[in-house]
């Protein structure tokens, strides 16, 4: 459950859902559970000026200095990071699942991690679900006012009959975004494990979530494009959530994605090598080998 209590609580997950909101937000601002006093720093001033004076290779080598700075505000939430990875292996392993919830870049960026899973490491596409406010129509084209909904986060999540047995991350550089904020919101009070991946420390999402991780990435090279610095740092840390995940759960052998679907032919490819490697035989007798059995991890089962 939510560590934090709202006061009136349903009033805010019921009805009209912008007003909600704002009510929701009015309760965070003035209540004694919560303090609203952080700096939103994805709108803090660009470090540079003048962009549209400076030449090509100017413009580039200063978005590269901005971007090294990403790695490093990783690198700070690791703990958070591993807080979630070892809570997701201990309820998928029981048969839990992952959702993501977002809005824009956020949200593309959680439907791109989740939509990896299956060939990668060869689970079904319902075992890791990417969510985004406007629906799929929104993964290529914005849907306005679709992250402003509240309600709507929960209303898709429950197409998913989602358990306590699963968990849903929220994700908005901003830590504002209110179909991500209702979504966490409703999941908690189900009794649903959260987290929240956000690049303003302190704001609503990283106060709500059970799990926040809170990347501090400096402002963006363009002021406010979140699409940047932020977005790059959130699709590090999904890297690291599903891979770290799927190790844990035994979907990798040694280094090799050995649960992988062969859809194509670099992947059949990749597939007889890995078996050869592994059983230390010949390319052919590899393949062969592959063929019978479907999948490398059946096939080094099978071979040794």
């Known amino acids: 459950m939510n560590k934090f209590l709202f006061r009136n609580r349903e009033n805010f997950v019921n009805g009209h859902s912008h007003l909600y909101y704002y009510a929701f937000l009015f309760n965070f601002a003035h209540t004694n559970y919560i303090t609203m006093n952080y700096i939103k720093i994805t709108e803090t001033p660009s470090n540079h000026d003048n962009l549209e004076q400076l030449d090509t290779q100017s413009i580039l080598q200063k978005m590269n200095e901005e971007d090294k700075k990403v790695a490093d505000a990783v690198a700070m939430v690791i703990p958070q990071i591993t807080k979630l990875v070892d809570a997701l292996a201990e309820r998928f392993l029981e048969g839990g699942r992952l959702f993501y919830i977002g809005a824009g870049t956020s949200g593309r960026l959680g439907i791109l991690d989740a939509s990896e899973i299956p060939p990668t490491f060869g689970l079904p596409h319902e075992r890791v679900v990417g969510l985004i406010a406007g629906g799929d129509t929104a993964i290529r084209k914005s849907v306005e006012h679709a992250e402003d909904d509240f309600e709507q986060a929960w209303k898709d999540l429950m197409v998913h009959e989602v358990t306590e047995n699963d968990v849903v991350v929220g994700i908005a550089a901003s830590g504002t975004t209110p179909y991500v904020l209702g979504g966490l919101s409703e999941a908690q009070k189900h009794g649903v494990l959260t987290a929240g991946i956000t690049n303003n420390p302190g704001s609503p999402l990283a106060e709500l979530a059970d799990i926040a991780i809170a990347m501090n990435v400096g402002p963006e090279f363009v002021t406010g494009s979140t699409r ?70 059946a096939a080094l089962d099978a071979g040794q």
């Open 228 to 297: 940047m610095k932020s977005g790059t740092s959130q699709k590090l840390a999904l890297n690291m959530i599903s891979t770290a995940l799927m190790i844990k759960i035994g979907r990798v052998k040694g280094n090799k994605m050995v649960n992988m679907q062969l859809s194509n032919i670099k992947l059949v490819d990749r597939g007889v090598r890995y078996v050869s490697e592994g059983l230390g035989i010949a390319y052919t007798e590899a393949e062969i080998l592959l063929k019978k059995h479907g999948s490398v991890k």
